[in-house]
């Protein structure tokens, strides 16, 4: 049996999971700014405590969703899934609490 979801219900479900086409979650442009273990996401665009090497790097930072904010992204696919530097000195990056889930939930009867 496959479930239909509300709208309230895929709001929910986009945070916490979403599609990927390049299954390492890249292209994911979301507003998640804190990391799995619940820290803080330091702005790309700053460079205290870390001085982020992906701005640095890339020609157009903003293209692979970087900018003045502290979401998760996963530029040019550089690690398994979404991430961010942390505003703590150590760790210096975490992954976010977010994961890439498949293009269509299909939940049987009795899995609920």
């Known amino acids: 049996m496959v479930k239909t979801f509300s709208k309230l219900d895929l709001f929910f479900l ?3 999971c979403f599609n990927s086409t390049t299954g390492d979650g890249r292209e994911y442009r979301g507003q998640l700014n804190y990391t799995e273990r619940g820290v803080l996401c330091q702005p790309w665009n700053e460079r205290w405590p870390h001085d982020p090497e992906e701005t640095k790097k890339l020609r157009n930072p903003t ?3 970087l900018g003045k904010h502290n979401y998760c992204r996963n530029p040019r696919g550089k690690r398994a899934r979404p991430w961010c530097y942390t505003t703590l000195k150590r760790p210096v990056w975490q992954y976010c609490d977010i994961a890439v889930c498949n293009q269509t939930l299909k939940i049987r ?3 609920t």
């Open 63 to 65: 293209r692979e969703g």
């Open 14 to 16: 986009t945070e916490i």
């Open 109 to 111: 009867e009795g899995d």
